[in-house]
């Protein structure tokens, strides 16, 4: 089930790998999805604005475990695009023992923080202590996510997109169940809904690494090879920090949006929250084609073939426009009936949809640069140009400073939210011009050689 990406036309060979990872997407963002209408429908809306203002925490701690264990793999899809067994094994060691140590140093930050970071991001009190039960849980548990997400990566380096597939489907039909149970029957509230997470997060991580010692020859480690080697470390660390570090700057951007939006009442939280299941599940589609792409760059970059990288990276974006102008629209039509779902029949919805249609609205008309932000990100990190992702970070953070102080200094809701669609506009423009010039930068050392 291993699949090289170095021979025939690229179009169908991205249609092909990206299917898998997107159904994954989906249905990762279906079980957040649910987990957001359990706890909305049977522990109350303040509940669910309490996982709402975490959001930004969540998506840094996700952040986090991408940047780092997507540039971790990177070197396995170089290796393997090249044909080194021994290469690729070495490559997906050291993954491992540094995401072991990255899990770390991540998990006990978080913990530490936590309460800090809630009452800088102005989380309001009546929803607070759910909110950190929820968000402190999953903190905990970051060894389950980012185990997922490595091996899962790992795999895709080196062209097996259905298997990490298959394990998250069973990861989200037990975390449905869970949730089912912790909520509804034990009222454990929002704690049960991140202790589900949790748990179907380490089960998925489980199945892919029995799979991978059973199935997986190329990466499956063998007696000796349980050691760091220091060549391959510092590329790892070189491509896998600065992914990590802009993801954690992108992070640090949303927090300051959220802080801005958690000024107003706890009814403009919740509506800014059901809308942004609805962006999450219609956006899946695009960091699941960066994740193709980083696959498809990566290993034709190991094997040396730089018109193939590029040829590769247009037809991801081909792809991508037509998916952003079909779910732009899906997301506008479909908000009030997605959105209905996070609430119980008790709650007057016109309350909360006038919040929720304001930043569905703006985000939508911005989902052809976001998809620009994962193509060309992913196409310039698999190439190893890893600092590239830090600039692009940073271009994030200052748009939704810029947003967050004007909506801050005349109190507009409609402004804070437009965090999103400010960002994803002129970080997908830069991120455009920043992969051409790297495009030239690689030809031209590519002539020397």
Same mark, same amino acid.
């Given at each position: ?189 929002? +704690? %049960? ?7 179907? @997060? *380490? ?5 892919? $690494?029995?799979? #991978? !010692? ?86 034709? +970059? %190991? ?7 590029? @040829? *590769? ?5 081909? $792809?991508?426009? #037509? !998916? ?126």
């Amino acid at each position: 089930m291993n699949g090289k990406m170095t021979e025939g036309k690229p179009l169908p060979i991205l249609l092909k790998f990206v299917i898998p990872i997107l159904l994954g997407f989906i249905f990762q963002q279906f079980y957040n999805m649910v987990d957001t209408v359990i706890v909305g429908r049977f522990v109350g809306p303040e509940a669910l604005a309490a996982v709402g203002s975490t959001g930004t925490i969540m998506f840094m701690i996700m952040g986090l475990a991408n940047g780092m264990t997507t540039g971790y793999t990177v070197l396995i899809s170089h290796q393997f695009g090249a044909g080194s067994k021994d290469g690729t094994r070495q490559a997906f060691v050291n993954a491992i023992i540094l995401g072991v140590i990255s899990t770390l140093v991540v998990t006990v930050i978080a913990v530490i923080t936590m309460p800090s970071l809630l009452h800088i991001m102005n989380t309001p009190d009546n929803i607070y202590d759910y909110a950190y039960a929820y968000i402190i849980t999953i903190c905990a548990g970051s060894f389950a996510l980012i185990g997922y997400n490595l091996f899962a990566a790992s795999l895709r380096a080196i062209g097996n997109s259905k298997t990490p597939l298959y394990f998250l489907i069973l990861s989200a039909a037990l975390n449905i169940i869970l949730d089912l149970l912790f909520i509804i029957v034990f009222k454990m509230g929002t +704690f %049960g809904a991140a202790l589900a997470t949790d748990i179907s @997060q *380490g089960a998925s991580a489980i199945l892919c $690494i029995i799979y #991978i !010692y059973k199935k997986v020859d190329i990466l499956r480690p063998v007696k000796g090879s349980w050691k760091l080697d220091k060549n391959y470390a510092r590329k790892q660390l070189n491509i896998g920090i600065p992914m990590a570090l802009q993801f954690g700057i992108t992070a640090s951007g949303t927090m300051v949006m959220q802080a801005s939006i958690n000024v107003y009442q706890s009814v403009a939280i919740g509506g800014f929250t059901a809308a942004g299941k609805v962006v999450n599940l219609m956006t899946a589609g695009m960091p699941s084609i960066g994740q193709t792409t980083a696959a498809y760059v990566g290993q034709n +970059f %190991g094997y040396g073939d730089l018109d193939r990288v590029h @040829q *590769g990276t247009k037809d991801a974006m081909k $792809i991508s426009v #037509i !998916y952003s102008v079909i779910t732009g629209i899906l997301s506008v039509v479909m908000m009030p009936y997605i959105v209905s779902m996070f609430f119980d029949k008790g709650v007057n919805l016109a309350d909360y949809l006038p919040y929720s249609r304001i930043y569905i609205t703006e985000a939508a008309l911005f989902y052809i640069p976001l998809a620009m932000i994962f193509i060309y990100r992913n196409a310039m990190q698999a190439c190893g140009y890893g600092k590239t992702a830090l600039m692009l970070g940073v271009m994030e953070l200052v748009s939704r400073l810029l947003t967050a102080f004007v909506s801050m200094k005349v109190h507009s809701y409609a402004i804070a939210v437009a965090g999103d669609a400010l960002s994803w506009f002129t970080t997908g423009v830069f991120s455009f011009l920043l992969y051409m010039l790297v495009m030239k930068q690689l030809r031209n050392k590519f002539k020397k050689n």
